[in-house]
């Protein structure tokens, strides 16, 4: 590699993902360059720890009834849409989007059910082999992972084949490297049930299940010597009821737990133990640390539009916590009467969001509000 190449090798290791990706279009021996394995385990270095990584990309609005899911921009107006042929949305991982498209009556035709991976920045999409078992409840999720190796998209899919009170749990898991569903069981800590309609939030590659109010379910598909074990956690208790919550993962992959509680939002983290969040028995809530309370009135003095707004409200419901950034569990999304706001815990800075197109506030009808983050992962906008 000359000096020139070497000069756009540094140029290439500097660009966010969805710009890298493009590139490989401007010649074959930029797309030899990007492709090469060396270049992918560079940009994968490079990019950790970036202040930029999993930037708030999008909202999916996704409503009530038979309306069709759409996409507010907030950083790219040119992002892709989501046809109604995918059907419905149920999750997300790092840029790839998981729907499902119900087939008329689930009990009378062949195939009846379509799952579909789509990456709406690159409009790109895959349809996936329906699983052998058809779960009404669609319990699955969707985990993307980094690929070094090469620049092809890789991710799993797990469906929940059953949802009964007990100790056990069967699911098949579908994976991008061998286009096959594989059935396995799983061993809880102790009797659950998972709750319907309720996909899981993906993490660091381990999927997080809220179980009820007050108990959790993870599972990491990926740890040697617990492949088949699901972890059950209490959430912590705080006093009053929890109007909204929501979890995220630091890069340490400590577990991190906020909830809001009227005008009051606190923040707790979870240690890990010898094996990490592996135990032979359920997790307590008493091992929770509360690390951060943050009080709506304490923004409000600093930031005229937070006191307006506030001033507005009829109700605690109408302060709402959407999510914590998945990459970083120290900035919270949340909405006070349909405008949303980007708040760093720890700093108390806070901006709200601006949206390419109409705003969340001319939608009528109830909806439910995910945040899609751009990708860390190069091979992620590589979907075939």
């Known amino acids: 590699m000359d000096v020139h190449e070497n000069m756009l090798l540094e140029i290439l290791l500097r660009l966010p993902p969805k710009s890298v990706f493009k590139f490989r279009c401007v010649s074959k021996r930029w797309n030899e360059i990007i492709n090469d394995s060396f270049f992918l385990q560079s940009y994968a270095e490079q990019r950790k720890g970036l202040d930029d990584a999993g930037r708030l990309w999008a909202f999916i609005l996704c409503p009530s009834g038979s309306t069709p899911i759409e996409i507010v921009p907030v950083l790219d107006n040119q992002i892709g849409t989501i046809q109604r042929d995918h ?57 993307c992972e980094e690929n070094i190796a090469q620049l092809v998209a890789n991710y799993k899919v797990v469906h929940i084949c059953n949802s009964n009170w007990d100790n056990e749990l069967m699911i098949e898991t579908y994976s991008s490297k061998t286009g096959k569903w594989i059935e396995s069981k799983l061993f809880a800590t102790d009797y659950f049930r998972l709750r319907p309609f309720v996909a899981p939030l993906v993490l660091n590659g381990i999927f997080h299940w809220t179980v009820s109010d007050v108990l959790i379910a993870i599972y990491d598909p990926d740890d040697i010597g617990g492949e088949n074990h699901l972890q059950l956690i209490e959430k912590p208790r705080a006093e009053g009821r929890s109007y909204s919550s929501g979890f995220s993962r630091s890069s340490d992959g400590l577990l991190w737990y906020g909830e809001n509680i009227k005008q009051i939002m606190k923040f707790w983290m979870l240690p890990k133990g010898e094996n990490g969040y592996r135990r032979s028995c359920t997790i307590p809530r008493q091992e929770w640390s509360l690390v951060h309370t943050v009080n709506l009135y304490s923004l409000c003095d600093n930031y005229s539009i937070i006191s307006h707004v506030q001033a507005c409200m009829q109700d605690y419901y109408d302060l709402y916590m959407i999510a914590l950034n998945p990459n970083n569990p120290l900035i919270m999304l949340f909405s006070i009467d349909g405008t949303t706001f980007l708040c760093n815990i720890v700093s108390k800075s806070v901006e709200p969001i601006r949206y390419h197109g109409p705003s969340m506030e001319d939608h009528s009808d109830f909806y439910t509000l995910y945040p899609y983050f751009e990708s860390p992962f190069l091979s992620s906008y590589a979907l075939q």
């Open 87 to 143: 059907g419905n949305f149920i999750c997300s991982s790092n840029g790839l989007i998981l729907c499902v498209h119900l087939h008329g009556n689930i009990f009378c035709g062949h195939n009846p059910i379509t799952y579909t991976v789509l990456n709406p920045l690159t409009k790109k999409w895959v349809s996936l082999p329906s699983p052998a078992n058809v779960n009404l409840g669609i319990l699955m999720g969707l985990v």
